[in-house]
């Protein structure tokens, strides 16, 4: 049975609260703590082990997209209604802004916390980790959320072998950031931009333009792209059952 929109809106913010919760938390406490800290990898990985630990716990009620970026391409590429799409996006800001709220509140019981340091925010210029300008950000984002979002498409395709679409998409994220980190703190998510920024303010919240518009734009090709197998497989199986209606079922 269809589970209600309310209820899957839920399923959402809580997915994505995981997700900024974990993801940014790993770079807050975890990325350089003394003499044991997971650093870049460690970092990618605990983004990559969100989607995935969620993609179980979730997928079935909501498609556990966390992203709204995720949530337009699936719509571009007629996974997902896009009259649901207001719902699912404020729920994933939500829960992305609650999910920094509560590492907030954790990372500043540490003595000498500065919300100066960046607290994971993404940015371009002189707020990317290696220095790269607006329009090498821009490229690494719109590229980079297209194919995450291909490979999302691609697992949760009926043609796909079922059951292990969120190995794929978990280990996509991981290498997203793995390759992005450096230049942007990676975002390809603008609710994981928007929480910390939030509370960053100044020039997070100034940049965070990018990290909505560039997400947006890279989900919009990867999803009216993968419309073009879709044509084609219809051509090929007249009598394959329904396109299941969310990410990731």
Known sequence: MQVSLSKRSIAEFIGTFWLVFGGCGSAVLAAAFPNV???????????????????YA?????????????????????????????????AQVLGGVAGAGVLYAIASGRIGFDLADGFASNGYGPHSPGGYELGACLIAEVVLTS?????????????????????????G???????????????VNPARSTGPALLVGGWALEQLWLFWVAPIAGAL???????????????EIHHAPAEPQLGWR
């Open 37 to 55: 800290g997971i650093g870049l990898l460690g970092v990618s990985l605990a983004f990559g082990l969100t989607v995935l630990t969620m993609a």
């Open 173 to 187: 994220l991981t290498l997203v950031n793995l390759v992005g980190i450096p230049v942007t703190n990676m975002s």
């Open 147 to 171: 194919m995450f979002l291909i490979i999302i498409l691609g697992a949760t395709d009926r043609r796909a072998p079922q059951g292990f679409a969120p190995i794929a998409i978990g280990f």
């Open 58 to 90: 979730i997928g079935h009620i909501s498609g556990c997209h966390l992203n709204p970026a995720v949530s337009i391409g699936l719509a571009a590429a007629r996974r997902f209604p896009a009259g649901e799409l207001p719902a699912y996006v404020f």
């Open 221 to 235: 090709l990867a999803g009216f792209a993968y419309r073009l197998f879709e044509h084609e497989s219809h051509r």
